[in-house]
Structures are given as C-alpha cells and as structure tokens.
Nanobody, 122 residues
Framework: QVQLVESGGGLVQAGGSLRLSCAAS????????MGWIRQAPGKQRELVAS???????NYANSMKGRFTISRENAKNTVYLQMNSLKPEDTAVYYC????????????????WGQGTQVTVSS
C-alpha cells in the first residue's frame, strides 16, 4: 500500500502564496504519476496538476502561470507552489498518485492523501 501525507495548507489573503508538500511512503515502486486534485464546497473534484516520474508537468488551464508542480524523487515528495491565489482557489487539496504515466481528469487515481485545506480570503 502507498501512503500520502500532505502539509502546507492554511489561510492566505488573495494574491498571496502557499506551498503544499506531499510525502509518499510504503510501496512507492507502484507510483509513477503524482499530482494534486482539489475539491471546493459544492463542486466536483478538479485535477489541478500532474507530474510524471521524469518531471513532465501538466496543469489545468485556470492554474497555468500561477501554480507550479515539482517533484523530488529521492524524497518521494511532490510539491505545489501556488502564487497569486484567488478566493476561488479555496478548496481541500488532495495529493494523488497513480501507477499510470499521468493523472487524468475524471479518472480516480490509485492513491489519495487525506487532504489539506486551503482558504483564500478576499
């Protein structure tokens, strides 16, 4: 089994920044893609960003230019740097990992973290 533990959420004013971290442990050899999925109250889950084991990143359109995903394979850790945050970015952010090459929107990944709350005040 794979365990994912997120950290770094919190409350920030609009225009501010936060950095989320997610450390993987356990059967990490099963992991290829890692990324972040968020869910706002009353809304569907949304794939934020995905990164392959070789470092190729993909982003949802609304995050491009504001969010940066990165990965340290030696530490089994993925990061999400979030800049220019907006109130609409308020959500629970889940770390996700999958055995496939890339996380895909609408397809539930193999492994989930417990989630970390990000709240952006206006």
């Amino acid at each position: 089994q794979v365990q994912l533990v997120e950290s770094g959420g919190g409350l920030v004013q609009a225009g501010g920044s936060l950095r989320l971290s997610c450390a993987a442990s356990g059967a990490i050899w099963r992991i290829n893609a890692m990324g972040w999925i968020r869910q706002a109250p009353g809304k569907q889950r949304e794939l934020v960003a995905s990164i392959t084991s070789s470092g190729n990143a993909n982003y949802a359109n609304s995050m491009k230019g504001r969010f940066t995903i990165s990965r340290e394979n030696a530490k089994n850790t993925v990061y999400l740097q979030m800049n220019s945050l907006k109130p609409e970015d308020t959500a629970v952010y889940y770390c996700a990992a999958d055995s496939s090459y890339v996380l895909r929107a609408g397809i539930s990944p193999d492994y989930w973290g417990q989630g970390t709350q990000v709240t952006v005040s206006s």
